[in-house]
């Protein structure tokens, strides 16, 4: 084989086809299966040019490489087409997708407070279509961008990250959605049952907080007590100056604490105890209740607190200094009548006690009388009733007997 240079290699490719066009015309003298282009003047001395030959050769699988090359760039540009148009088609399913499949997803920031031993908390819920939204406090209907609002026992949530499982529920579907809804919950207030304050002993309640966190209280004291636990004590000193201004029988009590994180941060929440307010305790030791009489008056009498106002039936009554009381309370006319007795203490609110009694005629009252004996005539009591002293020492050994 001819051997041909670099730069006649270079030259083939861009000019095989000149070549072709500019072949010269064949010589008639020339030898069968001479290379075209055989100069004549060689073919008489019986000589054929190598180099034609393998030119003519070399332009041939030149022109083959490139019929192969041009099939793969087809087969690729048709491969290249068909994953376009998958491509779109799949852009265009999911588009659609997209629009018509049902979308649910939580909306700006919640809120959580906590009062009456409970959490409530709310949130911004968006859906593409009308559902139903079951959390831990029930169900709640929603359409379009909806704040939902709901409670559940402190119980049911920890100091620290809580999360929430909240199903949503298409109207048109019974395949739900679950959207998880991530709490923290900075402290817990525990409180024990708190009894009426007393001046000079405080009102204790205890605060769990997060670790790593300290509490302050602003106007009360507190006390770390273990790790993530404090005492906070509130002097009840204010509140029961303010009691005869108060209504009801219970009272709130601010408690604004305070919580510093590690980083130094603090955050104030407001919360607030419900202390029972102090009664005036009052007590009608005569007449009994459901007293029977045909007098056209009777007299109360009975005791409270030193200091304490008394009326009776609205009228005022006279309080010694040990707090015991006595008024006659007017009968007018046979039949039913209420006594009403009420006390109100210093730095306590009012306090009351009420018995029946019922007026008779004096044909009434003699028959309700015998009417009595008969019946404990009937009854055949043991014996008579034992004196008071032995009822008080030993209860129990009269207990179950007639009298």
């Known amino acids: 084989a001819h051997a041909i240079t670099e730069a006649e290699r270079a030259r083939l490719p861009g000019e095989r086809r000149a070549e072709r066009r500019e072949a010269p015309p064949e010589d008639p003298s020339a030898p069968a299966g001479a290379p075209p282009g055989t100069p004549a003047e060689g073919l008489a001395r019986g000589e054929v040019d190598p180099q034609g030959y393998a030119v ?28 376009v148009g998958l491509g779109a088609a799949a852009a265009a399913w999911y588009i659609h997708r997209q629009q018509v499949a049902f979308r649910a997803e939580l909306q700006g920031p919640h809120a959580v407070t906590h009062h009456g ?21 029930g169900e709640s209907p929603v359409e379009g961008a909806t704040r939902i609002k709901f409670s559940l026992p402190s119980e049911r949530m920890k100091v620290g990250a809580n999360e929430l499982a909240l199903e949503v529920r298409p109207a048109d579907s019974d395949k739900p959605r679950t959207l998880i809804l991530k709490v923290l919950v900075h402290y817990r207030l525990r409180t024990e049952v708190i009894p009426p304050p007393t001046p000079g002993v405080p009102i204790t309640a205890h605060v769990q907080v997060m ?24 002097d009840p000193g204010p509140l029961l100056s303010r009691v005869d201004e108060l209504k009801g029988d219970a009272a709130e009590l601010p408690l604004p604490l305070v919580l510093t994180g590690p980083d130094g941060q603090q955050q104030t929440f407001r919360e607030t105890l419900r202390v029972p307010l102090p009664g005036t305790p009052v ?65 306590k609110r009012p306090g009351e006690q009420s018995i029946a009694l019922e007026r008779l005629t004096e044909d009434g009252f003699q028959a309700a009388r015998s009417g009595l004996q008969a019946r404990l005539r009937k009854a055949q009591p043991e014996e008579r009733p034992p004196p008071y002293a032995a009822l008080r020492d030993d209860p129990d050994a009269h207990a179950g007997k007639a009298i």
Do not use: C, M, Q
């Not at 031993?117 to 406090?137: D, I």
């Not at 006659?328 to 109100?344: I, M, N, Q, R, S």
């Open 56 to 83: 003519a050769r070399l332009a041939a699988a030149v022109e083959a490489e490139e019929r192969v090359a041009a099939t793969r760039r087809i087969r690729l540009a048709s491969i290249l087409l068909v994953l």
């Open 117 to 137: 031993g409970e959490y409530t908390v709310e949130v911004g819920v968006r859906v593409s279509g009308p559902a139903v939204v079951r959390h831990p406090g």
């Open 211 to 234: 670790d790593d966190w300290k509490l302050t209280v602003e106007g009360a004291e507190a006390e770390l007590i273990n790790k993530d636990t404090y005492a906070v004590r509130v």
């Open 283 to 347: 007590a009608i030791y005569r007449p009994p209740h459901n007293w029977i009489g045909a007098a056209d008056s009777v007299t109360v009498t009975g005791a409270s607190v030193p200091g304490a106002k008394v009326t009776v039936n609205g009228v005022a009554a006279e309080v010694d200094g040990r707090g015991r009381f006595e008024a006659v309370v007017p009968l007018p006319a046979p039949g039913p009548h209420t006594v009403k007795v009420v006390a109100d203490g210093p730095s």
